[in-house]
């Protein structure tokens, strides 16, 4: 269940033996464009991915031998 007002937010999830609780206080984020990373893209990747690269990925997605 998220929940939130726009400076505070959190999320609510689990199970009956287990429940988390995430949150994120926007005053804690430190990112962002400053004179210290001139090229930072907002945690975007500045180029596409490649063909290559997405197969890639899909393939350490379908690997279950993984344990991680």
């Known amino acids: 269940m998220p929940l939130g007002n ?10 009956i033996s287990k429940e988390r609780i995430h949150f994120n206080e926007k005053t ?3 990112g962002g464009p400053s004179s210290s990373r001139p090229n930072y893209q907002f945690g975007n990747k500045a180029t596409a991915y490649t063909a290559t690269e997405i197969e890639n990925y899909r393939k350490l997605l379908d690997d279950k031998s993984s344990n991680v």
């Open 28 to 30: 804690l984020w430190t």
């Open 6 to 15: 726009g400076n505070l937010g959190n999320l609510i999830f689990g199970g």
